[in-house]
């Protein structure tokens, strides 16, 4: 394990610029958002240094309106689509895309914080994470529960089965007159295999170039942007940060502020079990606002709203039969999804991924499920051992699939194989 550990530390050492660490030299050159997150905490117990300072770039991306980037583009990299000039956004000191991703960012802060025990850090940070979040029931929800998202790679689980119906709703051609653009995710025949298709890809590309022409004006893509979507994994992980932005602002002794955001995690719960939970699936699922229905897939996202502490007793006892039943019955847990598209090599179509089981992981923990997260985890760890830093991995086989020395597979080994008593 100590060999394993120092080659975890050696990734991120590797894969480190100037105050950030990017996901994977092979496809991923610059500073992801929930990347990012995921890698502080690995490395809070190795470097916290190093931690800080990733969260501290990070949030130095956010835009005015308090929206946190799911791309900054702090340096040059070529053979990256779509870059910069595709987006044209930024928030005036870096360029960004035009998108967020799920605020794992306030969960890592409070993890780096509570590690370190830095009080100047976490005074630091907690008015940036606040206007993160105030930008999340602000501007990305209908009624100030639920949050919503609009495109997939907002929601980390690009290809997921869960927004073909929402993705087939619409044609590309009827929000873009622009459909030209060279992929440059297809860096060998083996990883082209893994990755979205072209009848994907048409409808991301549209969807960025339709905010573009918008000026990324968030009332105006509220109107115009056919995918809006209460995605189950971004809620789950909303719900927690806003518990944790609560413990935080509790540890700085500013109880107004902390019950503030405690009362908004329960506000979002009681959406999230209203709207989101599927009796018969036994699982939590997305919701596309503007075909107002369900998205009824049996996907690892609606497994990790305990995360949140989403799930009642009652919702839990299914969602743990819907695990243990539909997704533990593999070789390694956790899959990505399981049903009739399930493809146990391609991306977020069926292989397991180092980061949700990291959510799953402690959300189960927090339900006393301690036996089904000691599988988990120790699925985790084999397949770390046995594969390497890989980004993601069959479940029936065990094989490592797409990069390789992939950095948040390396952080949460970390994690996971450092003593936090």
């Not at 209460?230 to 019950?259: M, Q």
């Not at 397949?383 to 993601?392: A, K, M, P, S």
Request: hydrophobic share 35%.
């Amino acid at each position: 394990m100590t060999d394993r550990r120092d080659e975890a530390v050696s990734v991120l050492r590797e894969n480190r610029h100037d105050g950030y660490t990017i996901p994977s030299a092979t496809l991923y050159p610059y500073q992801w958002n929930w990347d990012s997150a995921f890698i502080a905490v690995g490395l809070a117990g190795v470097d916290p240094e190093a931690a800080k300072r990733e969260l501290r770039t990070l949030l130095s991306a956010m835009w005015d309106n308090g929206m946190a980037p799911q791309i900054a583009f702090w340096a040059d990299a070529e053979g990256y689509f779509p870059g910069p000039d595709e987006w044209e956004a930024g928030n005036g000191d870096v360029q960004t895309s035009g998108i967020t991703q799920p605020p794992v960012v306030v969960p890592a802060a409070r993890h780096v914080y509570e590690t370190t025990g830095d009080d100047a850090f976490r005074d630091e940070l907690l008015p940036l994470l606040d206007r993160h979040l105030s930008w999340w029931v602000d501007e990305r929800s209908f009624d100030g529960d639920t949050v919503y998202v609009r495109h997939p790679w907002a929601t980390g689980m690009d290809d997921s089965p869960a927004w073909l119906s929402v993705l087939d709703s619409f044609d590309p051609e009827d929000i873009t007159d622009d459909l030209d653009y060279v992929r440059e995710d297809r860096k060998s025949d083996e990883l082209s295999d893994q990755r979205p298709t072209d009848w994907d890809y048409d409808r991301y590309v549209a969807l960025v170039r339709q905010g573009k022409a918008l000026d990324w004006d968030e009332a105006a893509l509220r109107e115009a942007c056919p995918f809006l979507v209460e995605d189950v994994l971004t809620n789950s992980i909303f719900v927690r940060a806003c518990d944790d932005l609560a413990a935080l602002y509790a540890a700085a002794g500013d109880e107004s502020k902390a019950n503030e955001w405690r009362r908004q995690a329960e506000h979002s719960r009681a959406g999230m079990r209203e709207r989101l939970w599927d009796e018969e699936l036994g699982t939590f699922v997305s919701y596309d606002r503007v075909n107002d229905r369900k998205l009824r897939v049996n996907s690892v996202a609606g497994l990790t709203s305990v995360f949140g502490e989403v799930p009642t007793n009652e919702q839990f006892a299914s969602l743990r039969t819907n695990l243990r039943e539909n997704f533990l019955r593999y070789d390694y847990g956790c899959p990505s999804y399981v049903g009739p598209d399930m493809d146990y090599d391609r991306y977020w179509r069926g292989p397991v991924w180092m980061n949700v089981n990291w959510l799953l992981v402690d959300g189960l923990r927090r339900y006393g499920a301690t036996e089904t997260a000691d599988r988990i985890e120790q699925d985790s760890l084999e397949l770390l051992d046995r594969e390497g830093f890989r980004e993601y991995f069959n479940p029936e086989t065990g094989a490592g699939r797409g990069s390789d020395r992939f950095s948040w597979s390396a952080a949460l080994y970390l994690d996971w194989t450092t003593d936090h008593s």
